[in-house]
Nanobody
Framework: EVQLVESGGGLVQPGGSLRLSCVAS????????MSWVRQGPGKELEWVSS????????YYADSVKGRFTISRDNDKNTLALHLNSLKTEDTGMYYC?????????????RGRGTQVTVSS
């Protein structure tokens, strides 16, 4: 059974930072592209970032480029997302995902999510 478990969310002021983590199990993690997607209040699911299977190539949505950094450790089956210079519009539930479609897909298997709230 594929399992993705996120952690690291919280309440942070604008301009602050967070580090999200995801532990994967139940599949051969090193063979898959992995992603982070998010859903803000009253908004649709939005693709945030992806990384290729070996961890050499990251991809970012324009809205987070230059502020967020995705990484993975294939020996530990973990995926991470560093969030810097956070804005109120970054508020939402963040999901670790194994995308079913392409790099920017929001479909596929997701964890339960971790809440990020950016507020002063």
């Amino acid at each position: 059974e594929v399992q993705l478990v996120e952690s690291g969310g919280g309440l942070v002021q604008p301009g602050g930072s967070l580090r999200l983590s995801c532990v994967a199990s139940g599949f051969d993690f090193r063979n898959y592209v992995m992603s982070w997607v998010r859903q803000g209040p009253g908004k649709e699911l939005e693709w945030v970032s992806s990384i290729n299977s070996v961890g050499s190539t990251p991809y970012y949505a324009d809205s987070v480029k230059g502020r967020f950094t995705i990484s993975r450790d294939n020996d530990k089956n973990t995926l991470a997302l560093h969030l810097n210079s956070l804005k109120t519009e970054d508020t939402g539930m963040y999901y670790c995902a194994r995308p079913a479609g392409g790099i920017r897909s929001v479909t596929g298997t997701r964890g339960r999510g971790t809440q990020v709230t950016v507020s002063s």
